[in-house]
């Protein structure tokens, strides 16, 4: 009978523990001195437990490289920094100028034993909070200004205002020619301390016309001054092309006319064009709409009954 023998050795393999490793999102900044600073550590890991951070230490440092001591805030105060994985601390902390080092330092306990990452680090400096005025936007954005339509501009402020400071918004046109009564402040929502719209009537702006808006804003309390511009490109309408009815004559509400509008030409090149068809009996009448806008360019319809004048009976198409 055959039987099987089986031989067998042993040893032991060292199987060391990794070291958690800390992150912090971003790079080096320069924030406003009364900005509020976030930094975030939440990226920090452990190879033994990658799903779960509860066992991790957090510890933060903050270092002015200036003194090379702890930083401190305004008030000369040393600055707690916590043990969370992240941090967050409130506008007008830190003074302008200031040039501090943070770190973070992540460690967790396992047999007794601490293991600790190696630090990370992120220089952040502070500068003096400047009243800035970086865009102004419409309401539609990258397109051209139609001058028919009423238009909604804002000015928006980059860095917030420091404590009881307001800002007041003083809008004007370079170049061209506008009414005054055109121009309607409005604020929708959004507090006037950080941005205002503007408002242009509709038919206030000359479609051959070149506008450049300017704002002046400015703080009351530290009297800073910023101007932004902006430039409103007219939307040209098209031009050159005619149109035609046939038959150019007959019974109201029972001749079917086909009108057909042919060689229009936008100087934008905004191609395909978009039609619609309008009549109007008298110049004293109201216009009144005979389709939809669509690409077609002509129309079969039915009219009804011009004003008489010299005989005939006439009907403007529009």
């Known amino acids: 009978r055959n039987t ?24 080096d900044k320069t924030i406003g001195a009364s900005q509020p600073l976030i930094l975030n550590g939440s990226k920090s890991f452990d190879y033994d437990d990658l799903d779960q951070k509860k066992n991790l230490i957090f510890t933060w440092k903050c270092i002015d490289l200036s003194t090379n001591i702890l930083c401190k805030d305004t008030t000369g105060t040393t600055i707690l920094l916590g ?25 967790k306990v396992k047999g007794g034993i601490t293991y600790s990452s190696s630090p990370v680090y992120q220089t952040v400096k502070t500068q003096a909070a400047k009243a800035v005025v970086p ?21 928006v402020t980059l860095y917030p205002l420091s404590q009881n400071d307001t800002y007041t918004y003083l809008w004007q046109v370079i170049g061209g020619v506008i009414n005054s009564n055109a121009f ?14 503007l408002k242009i009537k509709a038919f ?6 070149n506008y450049t808006l300017s704002c002046q804003i400015k703080a009351t309390k530290s009297q800073t001054i910023e101007i932004t511009t902006f ?12 149109i035609f009815a ?21 100087p934008d090149q905004d191609n395909p064009l978009n039609y619609s068809m309008y009549y109007q009996v008298g110049h004293s009448a109201g216009i009144v709409k005979l389709s939809s806008t669509s690409l077609s ?22």
Do not use: H
Request: aromatic residues 6%; negative net charge; glycine residues 6%.
């Open 204 to 209: 206030s702006l000359d479609p051959s016309g």
């Open 297 to 318: 360019n002509s129309l079969i319809t039915v009219l009804p009954a011009g004003e008489r004048a010299n005989g005939t009976y006439k009907i403007t198409i529009i």
């Open 246 to 266: 046939y038959p150019n004559n007959g019974t109201e509400s029972e001749t079917r006319f086909n009108l057909t509008a042919i060689g229009w030409e936008d």
């Open 83 to 107: 043990s969370s994985d992240s941090i967050s601390l409130p506008a007008n902390t830190f003074n302008v100028d200031s040039n501090m080092q943070f770190s973070l330092v992540v460690s």
């Open 135 to 155: 865009q102004m936007t419409m309401s539609k954005r990258n397109v051209k200004v139609n001058p028919n339509a009423d238009l909604l501009i804002q000015a």
């Open 184 to 197: 309607i402040p409005v604020e929708r929502g959004v507090s006037a301390l950080n941005s205002q719209y």
């Open 231 to 242: 430039t409103l490109v007219m939307n040209q309408p098209p031009s050159g092309g005619i």
């Open 4 to 27: 099987s023998l089986c031989g067998y050795n042993s040893f032991s393999i060292s199987v060391a523990i990794r070291n958690p490793v800390a992150k912090i999102d971003g790079t």
